[in-house]
C-alpha cells in the first residue's frame, strides 16, 4: 500500500522557520522524483519544490527561492522542505508528490500558517 505521510506544519511567525517532513512507503521511493506542492484557501495548487530521484538535482519556485529547501534521504524513504523567512504568504496546505511515469502519488497534506 502506498503511503506519503507529511509531518511538521504548524503556526509559526513571520520570519520562523519550519521543517516538513514526508514519509514513503508502498513504493520504491529512490525512483521516484519527488516534490512539494501547496494550496492556499481559494487558490491553485502550486509546485514549491522538486527533486530528482537521487537528489542530485533540485528546484524551486520563485517565490520561494533563498527561502526554501528541498532534500531527500532516500536510506530513510523520506523527502523534507526546509522553509526559512517564513511570510504570511506561505499559509497554506502543503501536499508532498511523488511521481515516476505515470505513477502519481500524493500525501493528505499539513497546514502551514504564518500568522502573529
Known amino acids: 500500500q502506498v503511503k506519503l505521510v507529511e509531518s511538521g506544519g504548524g503556526q509559526v511567525q513571520p520570519g520562523g522557520s519550519l521543517r516538513l517532513s514526508c514519509a514513503a512507503s508502498?513504493?520504491?521511493?529512490?525512483?521516484?522524483?519527488m516534490s512539494w506542492y501547496r494550496q492556499a484557501p481559494g487558490k491553485e495548487r502550486e509546485l514549491v519544490a522538486q527533486?530528482?530521484?537521487?537528489?542530485?538535482?533540485?528546484s524551486v519556485a520563485d517565490s520561494v527561492k533563498g527561502r526554501f529547501t528541498i532534500s531527500r534521504d532516500n536510506a530513510k524513504d523520506t523527502v523534507y522542505l526546509q522553509m526559512n523567512s517564513l511570510k504570511r504568504e506561505d499559509t497554506a496546505v502543503y501536499y508532498c508528490?511523488?511521481?515516476?511515469?505515470?505513477?502519481?502519488?500524493w500525501g493528505q497534506g499539513t497546514q502551514v500558517t504564518v500568522s502573529s
Open positions: 527533486i530528482s530521484s537521487a537528489g542530485g538535482a533540485s
Open positions: 508528490n511523488a511521481r515516476l511515469s505515470l505513477r502519481n502519488y
Open positions: 508502498g513504493f520504491t521511493f529512490s525512483s521516484y522524483v
